[in-house]
């Protein structure tokens, strides 16, 4: 069974921090995706990774695929309160159309 | 592109009563269909797999005859819960994927708030 863990699952920081997400697994994926949830709508793809060692940086969020394809972080830098909501990392098994798996979530609170 | 709506966003309903919410992809043909549910602050838990014009795939533990899941075209999916009870209220939402993607992305509705009293 592939499994993805996602740390932390709370973070609350001041506006203007840093800070990093991670998602584990002993499984390799074919692609991984990041999604953002604000509270009452559904999430929204902010980007999808599928080479290892792939490195994306839209604007001030830093996304990385590890090497052997098994792992990604999501870097944000001078969070801001409208980066505020729940973050989802999601690998995709390789099958055409399959089922992705889902990381626990990250809760995140940027206060200003 | 890739957006997909759903309806109604907030439902409430009598204990006993069924409910249906319907998914569609506007601008691309939504080969597969997922339709999740998620508590407060958790993640996604996957109900089941639609492919049009097949029988839905359920997840261990649900129940396929309370969740009636319905794909007749490439834009529509329907989640109907029967004889719902308070422990059915829940955030619902669907999610789509079209063959014609590169990666298998999904994009989401904005989510179904049902309220069961």
């Known amino acids: 069974t592939q499994l993805l863990e996602q740390s932390p699952q709370f973070l609350s920081i001041q506006e203007g921090e840093n800070l990093t997400v991670y998602c584990n697994s002993s499984s390799v994926f074919s692609s991984l995706q990041w999604y953002r949830q604000e509270p009452g709508e559904g999430p929204v793809l902010l980007v999808t990774v599928v080479t290892g060692g792939e490195v994306k940086k839209p604007k001030r969020l830093t996304f990385q695929f590890g090497d052997a394809r098994k792992d990604s972080s999501l870097h944000i830098t001078a969070a801001q309160p409208g980066d505020t909501g729940l973050y989802l990392c999601?690998?995709?098994?390789?099958?055409?159309?399959?089922?992705?798996?889902f990381g626990q979530g990250t809760e995140l609170s940027v206060k200003p | 592109g890739a957006v997909v709506s759903q309806h109604p966003s907030r439902v409430i309903c009598k204990s006993g009563t069924s409910v249906k919410i319907e998914c569609r992809s506007l601008d691309f043909q939504a080969t597969t269909m997922f339709w999740y549910r998620q508590f407060p602050k958790q993640s996604l838990m996957l109900m089941a797999t639609?492919?049009?014009?097949?029988?839905?795939?359920?997840e261990q533990g649900v129940e396929k005859d309370k969740f009636l899941i319905n794909h007749a075209s490439l834009t529509l999916s329907t989640l109907t819960v029967t004889s719902a009870h308070p422990e059915d209220s829940s955030f619902y939402i669907c999610?789509?994927?079209?063959?014609?993607?590169?990666?298998?992305?999904?994009?989401f509705g904005p989510g179904t708030r049902l309220t069961v009293l």
């Open positions: 639609s492919n049009e014009g097949s029988k839905a795939t359920y």
């Open positions: 999601a690998g995709d098994g390789g099958v055409q159309g399959g089922k992705l798996i």
């Open positions: 999610s789509a994927w079209g063959f014609e993607r590169q990666y298998n992305e999904q994009f």
